[in-house]
């Protein structure tokens, strides 16, 4: 659906959950974050996003800063196998049970289905935007394994200024049909 | 700039030679001037071949996300005939260009340049290699050269049938004269470019691993966050940096030059906190009052002025308007445009008073290596700029290196650590190089018959070159203002075929900064020169394709184009139900570009962008499947400036600061792209901009079939849609 006055709150959806648990956790204390299997203690203040925990403490800079707001999604991440835009998660969000993946950690050696789609469509062309893009749509196929066209593109709504959307599209379609092949 | 290091080539590599690690560099990992020393046989200033036979083509232009980084390596691939999958590219850096007298020639990237421009001495350095490769086999076997072939790397002496590999031979190769001629290949006869190979540079961009200037890491790395007076042209006046010093992981604040400040913390999120907390007062100067309403008042003036610049002339169109059996009339506008790249502006920056280094995401890294000698205080051989991986340019990284001239001012502050700059969201927005504001003012004479008689084009609006570099004005006048409505030239040349013609320009410079943005003035050329072809046509009662190929008759390159994207998208048959039609064409940056646009509109007014047929005649198409994913991307590049693109001024600011208020296009409103690579071989043209140029006035001139609505200016969100 091309409706160029669409409802754009969907967006938020993907904003921290408000309803999530705040640990109370003063200056200076220790946070547990569980990121690609590895647990991390991590000097910051809770209201630090969590994007910004991944990108300096843990030094994973695959995700990305684009906004700040929750708008771009170049900072997906999954929490619990959902798509979340990290910029605008504080860590204060996040219990340590809960599994935070980066894109460093969606496969050992790149082997994702979507990561052999892009590479096999050349999808990336600046690139800064992608492994966001990818984060995204693995969240999509974990939760439909073979999304319609329409279901793709009310799920993927990162911005990609390049202007890859249509391989983008086509690589979620190529990685699910050989999913099910 | 060249003057002060003229080393020559031997002792230079001598020097550095006895530096080197033997460090693997990959084009993506930072790396010093002395790291990036030889770690294998330079054969010539393109091409170095390692042992393990692993060819490193080092590139001038610079790769953010066009493709050029893929396009010049086959170039040079293929007249080495070199094992295209061993291919890899690196960058040197300027301080090596500016000691090597510039040998990798022009480092901007910017125009569709990459390979339109650089073609010829980066063919010339891959055939060059390849003769001294196949020269130094020759000699170790004491036998002719013209006895010797090779494919694939491997050199094959015929008549005895021995063969050698190009990494055994490199050292030797490396040792021996560059042949004075060399003969390039028929392009009929390539195997590696004009082929639809896959990028080089992929991979690291699936798994995380690429570095952008923004991942840089150094030892012992600060971060740095920055807040410049919102208002253009304003000042400091003072802060309070006690608020912000007894914040978690502050360092230092610091002024930054005469209108910024910066927090230095240890991370970035914590020098960001510590900034947003601190009290500033600004000197707002003399644009404090600078408004949008202030500004369109000031391009309207333009529309009727007296003095204008002339761009392009023929005939008399006073008296063919004053006789025209049929006076059409409209005014344009084309607003300002923030480049938004998805990767804000950022530079990490070592200083001490021995040498200045910076990492950062450029352009034009010779620009970006004078703005810091310039700031730096050191001279040019103490500074150096190592390039990183762009997260977009679109021209905003080209001309204006501001943000490398904070970072190293506040690398200067704390000598001896580097200092990562990181600019907020906002701060990127408040503090872009738009794209200039232009309104036009369109008058058409048509005689009884139909016939386009008269074209009077006033453009009213900014300069590019008064803002970014006067000294490029000819006598006042900014010649790219004119960008594809030119009479004559490769660069971008009008079309059409009008007996009476005047194409002017009223300049009016608003103070705020303008700068080069995909595309530049042929955007805005091109959505008012095509979508009044379509009211001419309109008016004229006849069909808007056959208007205009009788205009360009004489000039069949246009032509060309657009009839393939005529015939492709079936103008003339009916299209599905409620669906329209629009097209249009432009030449810019040596390539002839058309589109066809298919778009419904809803009884609601909402717009559906269906499919649009795009065709390019590039001459050359280096990699014709990069070529079509640059037509795609530019639609939404293109389109997005349409829909959604306005930066608006309010009391000297803008008022748009993040991607909630400067809307992109998503991926929801994309429509289908068919794209039309048809080199026609004689010419070689970019492709990174020119598909931008067509995007809008082929849906604005569809959403009037649709419609009966002439929008005649952006964005489109404000426009209303429903049926007249």
């Known amino acids: ?181 | 700039m060249t003057a002060a290091l003229d080393v020559s080539r031997r002792s230079f590599l001598v020097g550095s030679a006895a530096a080197a690690g033997g460090l693997a560099l990959g084009f993506n990992i930072p790396f010093t001037r002395e790291a990036l020393a030889q770690s294998a046989p330079e054969i010539n200033a393109w091409v170095m071949v390692r042992p393990d036979e692993t060819v490193v083509v080092r590139i001038g232009r610079v790769e953010m996300g066009q493709g050029t980084l893929t396009g010049l390596a086959q170039l040079v691939a293929e007249e080495l005939e070199c094992d295209w999958a061993k291919v890899t590219t690196e960058y040197p850096t300027p301080g090596q260009n500016v000691a090597r007298s510039r040998v990798w020639g022009n480092f901007q990237t910017a125009g569709s340049r990459g390979v339109r421009d650089s073609h010829d001495y980066m063919r010339k350095g891959g055939a060059a290699a390849r003769q001294m490769l196949i020269q130094a086999a020759a000699n170790e076997w004491g036998v002719p050269a013209g006895e010797c072939t090779v494919a694939k790397g491997v050199i094959t002496h015929s008549p005895s049938g021995r063969t050698t590999s190009y990494g055994k031979v490199a050292e030797a190769a490396s040792k021996l004269e560059a042949p004075k001629d060399v003969q390039l290949k028929d392009p009929k006869d390539w195997t590696i470019a004009g082929k639809p190979v896959k990028r080089l540079d992929t991979a690291e961009k699936l798994n995380g691993s690429q570095i952008y200037s923004i991942d840089v890491k150094r030892p012992g790395m600060l971060n740095a966050a920055i807040k410049a007076c919102p208002v253009f042209g304003g000042k400091l006046k003072s802060f309070d940096a006690a608020q912000a010093q007894g914040m978690p992981g502050v360092k230092k604040v610091v002024a930054v030059g005469d209108n910024a400040v910066a927090v230095v913390a240890d991370t970035w999120w914590r020098a960001k906190t510590a900034l947003d907390a601190l009290p500033i007062e600004w000197d707002e100067g003399p644009n404090a009052a600078l408004s949008s309403e202030g500004i369109d008042r000031m391009l309207k003036e333009g529309l009727t002025a007296e003095q204008a610049f002339v761009g392009n002339q023929a005939g008399d169109v006073k008296a063919a308007i004053a006789g025209a059996a049929k006076k059409v009339e409209a005014e344009y506008g084309f607003p300002y445009q923030h480049h938004a790249t998805m990767e804000p502006m950022n530079a990490t920056a070592l200083w001490t008073n021995e040498k200045c280094e910076v990492w950062t995401a450029t352009q034009n890294a010779e620009a970006a290596l004078a703005t810091a000698v310039a700031a730096s205080g050191l001279p040019i051989e103490k500074c150096d700029v190592y390039r990183q991986n762009l997260g977009g340019g679109f021209g905003r990284r080209a001309t204006s290196h501001d943000y490398v001239r904070q970072a190293v001012l506040i690398a200067k502050e704390m000598p001896g650590t580097p200092v990562k700059l990181i600019w907020s969201r906002e701060e990127d927005m408040l503090h872009g190089h738009y794209h200039p504001i232009t309104q036009a003012k369109m008058v058409g004479a048509l005689d009884a018959d139909g016939n386009l008689t008269g074209l009077h084009m006033r453009i009213s609006g900014q300069s590019i070159l008064a803002g970014v570099n006067p000294q490029g004005l000819q006598n006042g006048r900014d010649p790219a203002t004119f960008q594809g409505l030119n009479p004559s030239g490769t660069e971008g040349v009008l079309g059409y075929t009008i007996p009476n013609l005047l194409i002017d320009h009223a300049m009016r410079n608003p103070p705020i900064p303008p700068g080069f943005w995909r595309g530049v003035n042929n955007n805005q050329n091109a959505l008012y020169l095509e979508c009044f072809m379509d009211e001419l046509a309109q008016a004229a009662g006849k069909d808007p394709l056959e208007f205009r190929r009788k205009l360009l008759v004489n000039h069949p390159k246009h032509l060309a184009v657009l009839n393939a994207v005529a015939e492709k998208a079936g103008w003339g048959t009916p299209a599905p139900q409620g669906v329209y039609r629009g097209l249009a064409q432009h030449m810019g940056y040596g390539s002839y570009v058309a589109a066809c646009a298919e778009v419904s509109v809803g009884d609601n007014g909402v717009l559906k962008i269906h499919r649009i047929v795009a065709a390019t005649d590039c001459g050359h198409a280096v990699n014709p499947q990069q070529i079509a994913a640059q037509i795609e991307g530019s639609f939404a590049y293109g389109l997005t400036a349409l829909l959604y693109g306005e930066i608006t001024l309010k009391d000297g600011k803008v008022e748009q600061e993040n991607f909630d208020s400067y809307q992109m296009m998503r991926m929801d409103e994309m429509p289908a792209v068919e794209s039309i690579v048809m080199p026609s071989g004689d010419f070689w043209g970019g492709v990174g901009e020119p598909t931008i140029f067509v995007a809008a006035p082929a849906v604005l001139n569809a959403i009037f079939a649709a419609t009966g609505k002439r929008i005649r200016s952006g964005p489109l969100t404000k426009a209303d849609l429903r049926k007249a």
Do not use: F
């Open chain 1, 1 to 181: 659906m091309i409706d160029w006055k669409s409802d754009r709150s969907r967006i938020h959806s993907l904003v921290a959950r408000e309803d999530a648990p705040i640990n109370k956790i003063g200056r200076n204390e220790m946070v547990s974050l569980t990121i690609n299997g590895t647990v991390h203690q991590v000097d910051a203040e809770p209201d630090t996003p969590l994007l910004w925990v991944i990108r300096e403490q843990i030094g994973l800079t695959g995700t990305k800063y684009g906004c700040g707001v929750a708008q771009c999604g170049a900072c997906t991440v999954h929490v619990d196998g959902v798509a979340t835009r990290s910029c605008s998660l504080p860590i204060s969000a996040v219990t340590s049970e809960q599994k935070i993946v980066t894109i460093e950690g969606l496969s050992p050696d790149a082997s994702h289905p979507l990561q052999k789609a892009w590479l096999e469509l050349d999808v990336p062309q600046c690139g800064y935007c992608q492994t966001g893009q990818i984060m995204a749509a693995a969240a999509l196929l974990q939760a439909n394994p073979s999304p319609s066209d329409g279901d793709i593109v009310a799920e993927m709504t990162n911005i990609c200024r390049c202007g890859t959307y249509n391989r983008i599209k086509a690589a979620i379609k190529l990685a699910a049909s050989e999913n099910r092949g």
